[in-house]
């Protein structure tokens, strides 16, 4: 017996000191980090405080075990012989383990720092545990994640060289199964961030449902998006829907294929109920311009298409330039474990933006301050936010007597009409366009060089995303404010947005009192040339 046991414990004595290594290689091997998020966790693990915690809980639950005995006494008697010959293999092994995890936490720290390098560089923010690292290039999709090929060929035919911040955090956290808010500058390329690792994540024309869902404000944006994701998807048969009115009413859901839909709230909440959608097979939900869609009106339809989404394991994840708490709150009720991504300050305007606030004085300045910078410096393509949609009519008739090719878009016109305006002004038919806030969300008109507000912004968040449709994709933009008497006590919300991305404001208007936050749609004297009879 006793030569028998020393046998054993000579043998496992060599063994495990001699492949030790491997041994630790191989016991780790069952739980392998799968993301650096994990390895981030283990590197906590692995802090002395926390390893003494833990050691101080097996002890104690290892205590209680034992009838009361303390463990260490068993050592010396009888079979127990046999306990104390395992234990001190634990030992040995524990030792092992320990080097290798020293060397482990090692390189844990250097992934930390080199992920916290990168953030830095990029601007971007996180929060949540076990964040994975940020892209350091697109050529990380297929090293890190498996990225088919068609994929980076398509990022290449599209002339995307380098991933912008936001795509390089949100990327590895939605190949990660992590539900996310993200909030970035307007045309940062927020679109691509959410669309990759979805291409990524579901296989193509399976004929089992619809396995993702993006949400968009607007028809004009929900176009865009599934072009969009079309344009990435070219080379493989995803069947990419966009849910127009005739689809929302007359597809058969049942026979059609639909690997990913595209929606505005409206349209899908109405297939969802009155024509029994099934999303229950959804495994990403993104919610584009994510603060829009929880404002009033919306929000039931979200409600309902989120109910839709019902399987449990479902990525939801919300996009947008701005994303104030209120949103944050009432959206982390429906999200399990999200990761925060925040690049650059968050609710700011896009940098490579001019920004001038022009005192008009009046509606009748304003129309003459138009008409004069339009004679003096047109440099099309120039988009025009009004009020509404009574007085995109009212300034369209005014300019169209000018010798410049301008067009109007707002909600009363009809689909096609909309399409039309919209592809004019990408063209470059059309120089300048009116237009209410229905395209101030999400639109990618490619290099417009100038945005006026001829009506001033009803609020910071719309300043933000109206001024956005300049100075996209790293190019240089301009935005013009028009501001009259009345709308004075409002200037300060807009101004904080310029200082905040480095444009120049008076001074007297960062002294103007604080206003408590609310919208500024005021009365507006109609725009005419035509002399007013009581002047
Ligand atoms: N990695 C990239 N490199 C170069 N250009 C890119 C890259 N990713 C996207 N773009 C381009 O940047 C432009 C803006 O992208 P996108 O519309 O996704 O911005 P966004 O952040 O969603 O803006 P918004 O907040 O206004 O919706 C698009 O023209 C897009 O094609």
Request: contains cysteine; charged residues 30%.
């Amino acid at each position: 017996m006793e030569k028998a046991s020393g046998l054993l414990f000579s043998g496992v004595r060599v063994d495990r000191k001699r492949f030790a290594r491997e041994i630790a290689r191989f016991q780790q091997l069952k739980k392998e980090p799968d993301d650096l998020g994990d390895l981030a966790d283990a590197a906590l693990e692995a802090l002395p405080e926390v390893k003494a915690n833990k050691k101080e809980k097996k002890r104690k639950r290892k205590d209680k075990d034992s009838s009361g005995c303390i463990s260490g006494l068993h050592a010396v008697e009888g079979f127990s012989v046999f306990k104390s010959s395992e234990s001190l293999s634990s030992i040995l092994e524990r030792n092992a383990l320990e080097a290798t995890s020293a060397e482990k936490k090692k390189e844990v720290e250097k992934e930390i720092e080199k992920a916290s390098i990168l953030r830095k560089k990029y601007g971007i923010h996180v929060s949540g545990h076990g964040v994975p690292p940020p892209l350091e290039s697109f050529v990380e999709l297929s090293s890190r994640y498996n990225c088919k090929p068609y994929i980076l060929h398509n990022l290449t035919e599209l002339g995307f060289r380098e991933p912008t911040p936001i795509q390089r955090q949100a990327i590895p956290v939605l190949l990660s199964k992590r539900d996310c808010f993200a909030c970035a500058p307007t045309g940062s390329g927020k679109t691509l961030a959410f669309l990759c690792p979805m291409l990524m994540k579901i296989k193509p024309g399976l004929k089992n449902g619809v396995k993702a869902v993006v949400l968009c404000p607007t028809r004009e944006l929900a176009a865009q998006t599934a072009r969009e994701c079309k344009r990435l998807a070219k080379g493989r048969k995803f069947y990419i829907k966009l849910m127009t009115k005739e689809l929302s009413r007359c597809g058969d859901f049942e026979k059609m294929l639909c690997d990913i839909i595209i929606s505005t709230p409206f349209r899908l909440d109405f297939a969802i109920r009155k024509r029994k959608f099934d999303l229950s097979r959804v495994k990403y939900l993104v919610l584009d311009e994510a603060d829009k869609l929880f404002e009033l009106g919306f929000v039931e339809q979200i409600d309902s298409v989120v109910k839709a989404c019902s399987r449990t394991t479902v990525v939801r994840t919300l996009f947008s330039a701005t994303l104030p708490e209120t949103v944050e709150k009432l959206a982390s009720t429906v999200m399990v474990d999200a990761v925060r991504i925040i690049i650059g300050r968050k609710n700011s305007a896009s940098e490579m933006i001019k920004q001038k606030l022009v005192f008009a004085g009046s509606e009748k300045g304003k129309l003459l301050a138009i008409h004069q910078s339009f004679s003096e410096s047109l440099n099309p393509p120039v988009l025009v936010f009004v009020q509404s949609k009574e007085r995109a009519k009212e300034l369209y008739k005014e300019l169209a007597f000018d010798d410049i090719k301008v067009d109007v878009i707002h909600a009363d016109l009809s689909q096609q009409q909309r399409e039309d305006a919209v592809d004019n002004f990408r063209s470059g038919k059309t120089w300048v366009l009116i237009a209410t806030d229905v395209v101030s969300r999400g639109m990618d008109f490619k290099r417009i060089n100038c945005v006026i507000n001829y009506d001033f912004p009803e609020s910071a968040a719309a300043y933000i995303h109206r001024i956005g449709r300049s100075g996209r994709a790293g190019r240089p933009g301009e935005a013009v404010t028009f501001f009259t008497e009345e709308d004075k006590p409002f200037l300060r919300n807009i101004a904080n947005v310029m200082a905040a991305s480095g444009c120049e404001v008076p001074s007297w208007i960062l002294t103007l009192p604080k206003l408590r936050k609310r919208k500024h749609r005021p009365h507006r004297d109609s725009i005419s040339t035509i002399p007013d009879d009581s002047a």
